[in-house]
């Protein structure tokens, strides 16, 4: 989810880790892309990796997502605590 937030969505198995040329010379379309849009925009962050588009979403859509993935990694973590506290306590 993070490098949703950071690169937009995952490129296609068949573009990943190529380089703009490649796809150009191949005339690959990440068609995906190019349907699915980030609500409220959004601006271009090149990944590094080459495995997402570069189309992340705008600052308050990354925002929600940092939120939401902090929201349920506490959940978990309160999860396996209680489990964990439970097989202590019998």
């Known amino acids: 989810m993070e490098e949703l937030a950071k690169h937009g969505t995952q490129l296609p198995s068949n573009m990943m880790g190529l380089t703009d040329e490649q796809i150009e010379e191949l005339k690959l379309i990440d068609e995906w892309g190019e349907t699915c849009?980030?609500?409220?925009?959004?601006?271009?962050?090149?990944?590094?990796?080459?495995?997402?588009?570069?189309?992340?979403?705008?600052?308050?859509?990354?925002?929600?997502?940092?939120r939401s993935i902090g929201e349920v990694k506490a959940a978990i973590s309160h999860v396996r605590f209680r489990s964990i506290q439970s097989k202590f306590s019998q």
């Open 37 to 66: 849009t980030p609500s409220g925009g959004s601006s271009f962050e090149k990944d590094p990796v080459g495995r997402r588009n570069g189309k992340q979403p705008n600052q308050k859509m990354q925002e929600v997502i940092a």
